[in-house]
């Protein structure tokens, strides 16, 4: 039997089939080889490092990069206070996009075009820093947990991509449907368009999870040091690591191996702040493509 070309290019399925895989074989590479890396270098010695003698395994493998990390006193309550940061945050802001999307997404919704230019408005502009802090600490917020999620609580990229997927992929005849059926527009909500949207909801809950897993600058800038998320602990071990190579730089013999810890301390936190996010991601990745490419459709 004759093989099936592709009318595009004239090739076999075979043979288009081996040529994507080895394209996504190169792109994995490309992609997963940094962190690779990163996580090879953080049990190497530092010198072997830039002396670019590490490349598959480490070279010159040492432990005292994590030893150093989990010696912090706060690495344990940082670790905590990200994982409540994270949960809350995400399922703020998961709730958040869907009370303005799902409205957004309806076209008999008064005043649709003027509240979507609303929101797009501040997706280009914004106070700055300075007129932001102010109004948080108007509004008591500063030394507070829910100064990382207010001021931030609609993310208006993903609000939009949320309320294409309610365009495009819940069919608005279901929706009718049941509200003939005698269901209230809340009770519409609930059971058929939040079961019918879990694969956004995926994406959200992963887009969402990583913001605020990753965020130290928002805590630095409003929790005034109570309740320091992990990132911003890892952060201040460098400081303190560099602070320590600085004054040792006058000590004879002593600024070469806190020098090596500090650049070694750099490569353990990415991987003691990823490894978290890394574990979880493949929980939710079946739903991920298909929820993004649904919801990426021009509404």
């Known amino acids: 039997m004759a093989k099936k070309k592709d009318l595009s290019t004239g090739m076999s399925e075979r043979t288009s089939d081996v040529i994507l895989v080895a394209i996504c074989a190169v792109v994995l590479v490309i992609v997963a080889y940094p962190l690779y890396y990163v996580l090879v270098a953080s049990f190497s010695d530092p010198y072997e490092v830039y002396a670019g003698k590490t490349f598959l395994l480490p070279s010159g493998f040492t432990l005292d990069g994590y030893k150093a990390v989990f010696a912090e006193k706060n690495i344990v309550s940082g670790f905590l206070n990200s994982v409540k940061y994270t949960v809350i945050g995400t399922?703020?802001?998961?709730?958040?996009?869907?009370?303005?999307?799902?409205?957004?997404?309806?076209?008999?919704?008064?005043?649709?075009?003027?509240l979507s230019i609303f929101f797009l408005i501040t997706m280009y502009f914004g106070g700055g820093l300075v007129p932001t802090y102010l109004v948080v600490k108007s509004t008591g917020l500063v030394g507070s947990m829910w100064s990382l999620f207010l001021p931030g609580g609609v993310a208006v990229g993903n609000m939009i991509i949320v309320r294409?997927?309610?365009?495009?992929?819940?069919?608005?005849?279901?929706?009718?449907?049941?509200?003939?059926?005698?269901?209230?527009?809340?009770?519409?909500?609930?059971?058929?368009?939040?079961?019918?949207s879990m694969p956004i909801m995926a994406v959200m809950v992963v887009f969402s999870m990583v913001a605020y897993w990753n965020d130290w600058f928002t805590a630095l800038i409003y929790l005034g040091g109570k309740g320091t998320p992990l990132p911003l602990v890892m952060r201040n071990i460098l400081i303190k690591s560099s602070a320590s190579a600085s004054q040792a730089a006058t000590i004879s013999g002593g600024y070469a191996e806190l020098n090596k810890l500090t650049e070694l301390l750099k490569f353990c936190s990415m991987i003691v702040a990823a490894v978290p996010m890394l574990v979880i991601y493949p929980f939710v990745q079946?739903?991920?493509?298909?929820?993004?490419?649904?919801?990426?459709v021009k509404g």
Request: positive net charge.
């Open 91 to 114: 399922i703020f802001s998961v709730v958040m996009l869907y009370i303005t999307a799902y409205p957004l997404a309806q076209k008999d919704l008064p005043g649709r075009k003027a």
């Open 286 to 296: 079946k739903h991920f493509e298909k929820g993004f490419m649904a919801g990426a």
């Open 164 to 196: 294409n997927y309610f365009q495009n992929s819940i069919p608005h005849d279901l929706i009718e449907a049941s509200e003939i059926d005698g269901c209230s527009k809340l009770r519409t909500f609930f059971s058929v368009v939040i079961p019918l």
